[in-house]
């Protein structure tokens, strides 16, 4: 399939029409929740919500002009270069699905484990709300990296575009979850990412820290050992919070939290550990005088 072909299944095909039809729905409940939270005067932090909108609109801004076709554009290589080919029909779609469900689940798991990427994913989980305006707040960043998760899926003979719908669709399925308006759905809960399921992944409660890491099935959380039901009061936040509302520092707090950590080191092995390691990696005392990383 030529680039060309490639590209135009972007502006063409009909499962376009899909995810610009659960775009328009993910702002209309937005928009509804907002509304009900005002006439039912439930509790909100309103400045929290206005920084993430101002987030979304910034998000929805760099990825349409600079990000737009770097994912694509660095998927195309691999494309070309793998031997492999999946002929796109119903049935190789709903494996693509599922696939891409497969690499959220560790894509989204390695953000929280290693220090880089949480600098950039840290955005979504800062807020202390936890409402569909929460769902929004996507660091601009995560645009520059998240493609090279589909590499494999390129490899194994999936087109660029499969691939990238594959996982816009799984992104774009988890909006209406982050609300607490749903409570919990039966047995839903234990199959499908659900608001009652989310809402753990968000808690800075200890015992739900790193649980619950799936995109719409949560059988790879059962399959890998995390996940968490929804069990006592959620408390929404980072473990540390950040305590601002300025969307700047919102999506760039945790990027500086590391180059002042890297600047403590004293040794290179250190200074690449506190970069790339583990959310609490301290280095030897005798070695650095950095301090734990603040979450």
């Not at 009900?36 to 801004?61: G, Y």
């Not at 002009?65 to 779609?93: H, R």
């Not at 494999?152 to 988890?174: E, H």
């Not at 949560?218 to 069990?231: C, N, P, Q, S």
């Amino acid at each position: 399939m030529t680039i060309d072909i490639l590209v135009a299944l972007f502006e063409s095909h009909q499962i376009m029409w899909v995810i610009a039809a659960l775009f328009i729905f993910n702002l209309t409940i937005t928009g509804i929740e907002v509304l009900l939270d005002l006439v039912t005067s439930k509790e909100r932090r309103w400045k929290d919500t206005m920084a993430n909108l101002a987030i979304f609109v910034t998000h929805q801004i760099i990825e349409r002009t600079a990000f737009s076709s770097l994912g694509f554009i660095a998927l195309l290589p691999f494309y070309y270069i793998t031997p492999l080919v999946i002929q796109a029909t119903v049935w190789t779609w709903f494996l693509a699905l599922l696939i891409a469900d497969f690499t959220y689940y560790w894509m989204h798991r390695l953000e929280h484990e290693h220090r880089i990427l949480w600098a950039s994913h840290s955005v979504h989980h800062s807020s202390k709300d936890y409402n569909l305006t929460v769902g929004l707040r996507l660091s601009v960043v995560e645009g520059l990296f998240e493609w090279a998760f589909l590499i494999p899926m390129i490899l194994i003979g999936f087109n660029p575009f499969q691939a990238i719908v594959g996982l816009v669709l799984v992104a774009q399925y988890q909006h209406w979850i982050h609300t607490e308006r749903v409570t919990t759905l039966g047995w839903l809960d234990e199959v499908f990412n659900t608001p009652s399921v989310h809402r753990v992944h968000h808690g800075s409660n200890r015992q739900y820290l790193d649980k619950n890491y799936g995109g719409i099935l949560m059988v790879w959380d059962k399959l890998f050992g995390t996940f968490a039901r929804e069990e006592e009061k959620v408390i929404y936040g980072l473990t540390r919070d950040i305590n601002t509302n300025n969307p700047v520092k919102i999506t760039f707090i945790e990027f500086g939290n590391i180059w002042q950590d890297v600047k403590k080191c004293q040794t290179i092995g250190d200074r690449l550990r506190i970069i790339f390691g583990g959310l609490s990696f301290r280095p030897n005392a005798k070695n650095s005088k950095s301090t734990e990383p603040k979450l």
